[in-house]
């Protein structure tokens, strides 16, 4: 039931865009992602909902695919501050737990 | 809005001896409760969680333990720590909204 997450890892320039992808086989209900700096515990980003719509926070925005039970992460524009590990976590329709991503390691340089 | 305690921050124990970790919440009521374990490098591995005062559901079948005592108390036990048991533990929080869960800031235990 773990959603599968691509790339495994990915490294930027400051600037660069990026696009972070979570598939699951379940049909969804809802979709979180996080993001977790190097030591430090995962921090909750943003979740979409079935129906709901696109969402953004500042130059990080996500969207859902309901029929493909899909969700995508799109870092514009990218900053330093941006490196982490970035983790989906995906609700089924009709359940209450979360299932976490395998991760995605992003590294912005200068 | 909800506040996770964790303590220690940090960890070194020898291998056989006990563990207990503990995590407490504030700003919420019964939420639920999960117990994850990080290897380096790694994703995250949910071990326990609880659904309400002593309601333990147990993920991974392992020397490891999980009690709550009271609504906003969660702790993870061991009787005798393995080398393998070493890690990053977080202890995470729904407070009841859409399934989200907010994170502890951890404890990294090392296991020698």
């Known amino acids: 039931q773990q959603p599968v997450q691509s790339p495994q890892a990915v490294i930027l320039r400051e600037g660069e865009d990026a696009v972070i992808n979570c598939s699951s086989s379940k049909a969804l209900y809802s979709v979180h992602w996080y993001r977790q700096k190097h030591g430090e515990a995962p921090v909750f980003l943003m979740i979409?909902?079935?129906?709901?719509e696109q969402k953004g926070h500042d130059k990080i925005s996500a969207s859902f695919n309901e029929k493909k039970q899909q969700s995508s992460l799109y870092l514009t524009a990218s900053q330093l501050s941006y490196s982490g590990t970035y983790f989906c976590?995906?609700?089924?329709?009709?359940?209450?737990?979360?299932?976490f991503g395998t991760g995605t390691r992003l590294t912005v340089i200068p | 809005s909800q506040t996770i305690h964790q303590w220690p921050a940090t960890l070194v124990q020898p291998v056989g001896s006990p563990l207990s970790l503990e995590c407490t919440v504030e700003g919420t009521s019964n939420p639920n409760l999960y117990w994850y374990r990080q290897a380096a490098g790694r994703g995250l591995q949910l071990l326990f969680y609880s659904v309400g005062i002593g309601q333990i559901s147990s993920e991974v079948p392992q020397n490891l333990s999980a009690s709550r005592p009271q609504d906003r108390q969660f702790i993870l036990s061991s009787k005798k720590l393995l080398l393998s048991d070493s890690g990053f533990y977080l202890c995470a929080c729904n407070p009841g909204t859409d399934n989200i869960q907010y994170f502890g800031a951890g404890t990294r235990l090392s296991v020698l």
């Open positions: 976590g995906t609700v089924r329709t009709g359940a209450n737990n979360l299932f």
């Open positions: 979409l909902l079935k129906g709901g």
